[in-house]
């Protein structure tokens, strides 16, 4: 800058100089800083468990990432949000996150709970029960993958509190929902304990197989031998096996004729049978088991049991009302598996309330040296079969529940595998206590368990 003097000569300002120095070192300092903040807010390389859906089968599926995310609660969950809205290329991978959707405001509360607004994009269109299902748990499932977050509380901006868009309820969600997950068919297998009692092991089977592939390879899986290293099988190896074919009710095992060469006692001939048939009738549709050998009946397998007929689940006896087959849990090497127990009636059982009523009170007193997570005084307060889908509806009030997550699987499946047992029911929605949802350690009861 030059200023001119009442002489006429002009001359440079010195300050103009000394201030742009000062700006430009000024700028530089502001430089840095902005820098470093956004190094912190977006430099953060954080691992999480995204959840996509499959999109061919609409199954919600991990997809584990790392990513850069900001450091301010509601920039972390706006970028979870971004990365939702666009599933990895060349995976097969879709979502059900809309565009527009959005997180307006993020707080995080005591105890890891972090609550989230949302926005909804203008002219979003409305979903059905189904959709709206799965984007919630899809946002849910993969917020709780952040640090530090232990449970989850999402809104809807515009929406009443405990609503998330128009049919799903809210509320605070403590772990992923896995009953949404594609982990295969789930089977019911029958294997020897030490003590010669029959012990459950689930096993997952693919899925999209018909009817005679799953017996196949629910046969071939329990052919094959148990899992767990303390358990054994009474049937021998998968040579022996020609094939299973379902047709009707009736699920018919074909073998090798050469299983007529193999030796077994009477007890354990009548073991194998029973592993085998109680394996196969767990299976949807299926009722009845016949034993072939090369492709023809036969009388028996190895001269002791009877097999040239039908044969049924504990011979008819669940139901004749003559048996109550119930569930509690052995300690096996440590672990806690389910057991098969078989009651006789001395009277007929008649009804199902009754029946149902008697399972419940029967699993408080379990044999000696078992254990049972429904306990004495477990109350029911009403039970509703529909008969379209075979769901018993149960509502139990129990003195006491387990207080971890794993204890409360071990209850249901405890439950489940006994309340499934009775004719026509083949799943188990329950509440327990008055929740529908969630159990005091966080184990999700939401969903119908299956048989």
Known sequence: MTIRTRHG?????????????????LALVLAVFVGSSFRKAGGRNTSLVLFYLDAS????????????LPTRGVE??????????????GQGLATAVPAGFTAHSVTQLPGGILHVVLGVGRGQPPMGFGEENTLYWQLVNSLLSLPGVSSVELSVDGRPTGTFLSFVKTQRELTTNDAMLDKGQLVDLYFAAADGRLVVERRALPTGLTRSQLALQATRALMEGPQHPSLGSYLSGTAVLRGVTVSGRTASVDFEESVLKLNMAAEAEEQAKNALVLTLTRLAGVSRVRILVGGHSVQSLFGHVDTEGPLYRLDGRLEAGTALALYSLTEVDGDKLPVLTVYPQKQALTGRNVTISRSIAQMANPPSGDTSFVLAGTSIGSMTLQANSGTLLLSLAMTSVPQDRAAEELMIEQLRLSLTELPSVMSLKIGINGSVAFLPGGYYIGNPFLR
């Open 9 to 25: 000569r002009i001359r440079s300002s010195r300050r103009s100089q000394d201030g742009g120095l000062l700006i430009l070192i």
């Open 57 to 68: 089968t609409r199954e919600m599926v991990r997809s584990p990432v790392v990513t850069k």
């Open 76 to 89: 972390e969950v706006a970028s979870v949000i971004d990365l939702l809205h666009n599933p990895p290329a």
